[in-house]
Every structure is written in structure tokens, then in C-alpha cells.
């Protein structure tokens, strides 16, 4: 007589442990970028996106595409517009976003905030993010 159905029990057993712990869904994040200046800056279309984890590791990038360029809001200086989609992975504490380098500082946000769509703001003509 073999003994199958302990078998089968641990089978499905491990089967609904695994499905139970698998990795939450990657997050695909559509944010902008707006720069306000008065000379050149160094961002443009084309531009990376770099988003890193808590440690400073890499976990996703993309490229900034320019959306509009105009005066700033305050008549003085120029404002450029860019947007990005970039796919990281889901369930990290935080997320460091840095464009065009580190030179503009990291800004962090929550997941909620990368599933509704980081907007940025780097204001040169005060010093940055």
C-alpha cells in the first residue's frame, strides 16, 4: 500500500506557501521634472533618471522627455518641463530619485507617492531640489 495523499499535502502545502509570499508588484512611475533657471542648466531631453533603494542601489532608470519650455512662473526666469516612466520594483521602504546625475541631490519618496507619480522641482535660481 503507498502512502500518496501525505505527499500530495505537502505539494500543496508548499505550493500555497510560496504564492503567499511573493514579491509585491514592480510600480511603474510617470513623474515630471520642472526646472526653473536663469542661465543654462545642465538637464535636457534625454537626460537620466536614476531611482535607488535605501542602500544606493540602482533599481530602476529611465530618460527625461521635454514637454514644454517657457518663462517660470515668476517672469524671470525660464522653465523647462520634462517627464519620465520608469518600472522599480514594489515594497521597498523608499525610493531616491536623481536626475541628470547627483549634482541635483536625491529626493525620496514612499511608494504611494511613485504609484501616483513623483513631481520634482529643481529650482536653480535658489540652489536646487
Keep these: 500500500m503507498t502512502r500518496s495523499v501525505p505527499l500530495a499535502a505537502a505539494v500543496l502545502a508548499a505550493l500555497l506557501l510560496a504564492a503567499c509570499s511573493s514579491s509585491p508588484a514592480p510600480i511603474t512611475a510617470h513623474g515630471t521634472v520642472t526646472v526653473d533657471y536663469t542661465s543654462s542648466d545642465d538637464l535636457s531631453g534625454g537626460s537620466q533618471v536614476v531611482i535607488v533603494n535605501s542602500a544606493g542601489t540602482v533599481v530602476g532608470n529611465g530618460t527625461l522627455t521635454a514637454t514644454s519650455s517657457g518663462p517660470g512662473t515668476d517672469g524671470l526666469a525660464q522653465q523647462d518641463v520634462f517627464s ?36 520634482l522641482a529643481i529650482d536653480e535660481t535658489t540652489g536646487g531640489l
Excluded at 516612466?85 to 529626493?107: C, D, E, F, M
Excluded at 519618496?109 to 513623483?118: D, L, S, V
Design 84 to 119: 519620465f516612466k520608469v518600472q522599480v520594483p514594489g515594497g521597498l521602504a523608499r525610493y531616491g530619485i536623481q536626475v541628470g546625475g547627483t549634482s541635483h541631490g536625491t529626493l525620496w519618496e514612499t511608494a504611494a507617492q511613485m504609484k501616483a507619480g513623483p513631481a
